[in-house]
């Protein structure tokens, strides 16, 4: 009979410790959850594998908290603040990187690509002037041709009004695109495309 109490006692004095653990652990997962979410727009943008193993710590704890197991909850979760702050320093110093190289590329683009459009737009005039086309070209191919010039003019255009607006990340990307066509456009027509 004893030994069923003491048992017993022993029993209810785990479940005493296991309960006076789970507040702490829901507090300290909750703690890295409002730590990981202040950086997580950031963080998964620009360091998503960084973000993903610091939300598998996270994530670890979370599994050990459903399973009762608070000590390991509270262990996993531990240095997810920490490794937040740290979160919110890469993805600052990536996105910097990232909007230098944005505007650097702007500014390579726009020093060039109008000045290539334009000459693509007077060969194409030229062309369309001519009584008989050059050898390898045709009315359809000056067709795609001006078809092509208006298209990259016209994402040129959305890459001006982008960064007017502030959007640099689109601004630089169709401004990408814009000069990526106009390149390949101005080979098509036997043209440098600087």
Not at 19 to 43: F, G, M, T
Not at 103 to 123: E, K, Q
Request: glycine letters at 6%; one cysteine or more; aromatic letters at 4%.
């Amino acid at each position: 009979m004893k030994i069923r109490s003491i048992v017993a006692a022993l029993a209810a004095s785990l479940v005493i410790a296991a309960c006076s653990q789970k507040d702490p652990a829901r507090e300290a997962i909750d703690a890295a959850e409002s730590a990981l979410n202040a950086v997580y727009e950031d963080a998964e943008k620009y360091v998503p594998e960084r973000y993903a193993e610091v939300k598998k710590e996270l994530e670890a704890a979370r599994a050990a908290f459903a399973e009762e197991r608070y000590a390991d909850a509270i262990a996993a979760v531990k240095d997810v603040p920490a490794h937040a702050e740290t979160l919110a320093k890469e993805a600052a110093a990536e996105k910097e990187r990232r909007i230098a190289e944005m505007n650097a590329d702007w500014a390579r683009v726009s020093g060039s690509l109008p000045a290539l459009l334009s000459g693509i737009g007077a060969r194409l005039s030229e062309l369309g002037k001519l009584r008989k086309l050059p050898e390898g070209m045709d009315e359809q191919l000056l067709e795609e041709a001006n078809a092509a010039l208006a298209s990259a003019e016209s994402t040129w255009g959305e890459a001006e009004a982008a960064r007017d607006a502030g959007d640099l990340e689109a601004a630089t990307g169709k401004a990408r695109a814009a000069e990526g066509m106009a390149q390949d456009l101005a080979a098509r027509l036997g043209m440098q495309a600087g």
